[in-house]
């Protein structure tokens, strides 16, 4: 039966894990490392994020915040 004795063992980890902002451990970069994928790379076209807020006319005092990404399609390469 593992009940409260399984969770013990894990609290550290979890509380170590929320002070550290989420950050990647160690660990984790050992075991998920970074591809050439997650990079910039020069034959990606560049795009920027915008942010943008919304206020509803129907619910009173509610407000989003959002953002949305636009791409340069003038210097997309290849045929489209």
């Known amino acids: ?3 409260w004795a399984g969770l013990q063992g894990c609290l550290p980890k979890v509380v170590a894990a929320l002070a550290a902002g989420g950050a990647a451990t160690a660990d984790e970069t050992e075991l998920y490392p ?7 790379q020069e ?19 509610t407000v989003r915040e959002f ?5 340069d399609l003038d210097n997309l390469h290849g045929d489209w």
């Open 67 to 71: 953002g949305a990404g636009e791409t």
């Open 43 to 61: 034959d990606v076209p560049r795009g920027k994020v915008t942010r943008h807020v919304w206020r509803s006319e129907i619910f009173a005092g």
């Open 1 to 3: 039966m593992r009940g």
């Open 34 to 40: 970074l591809g050439p994928e997650s990079y910039r």
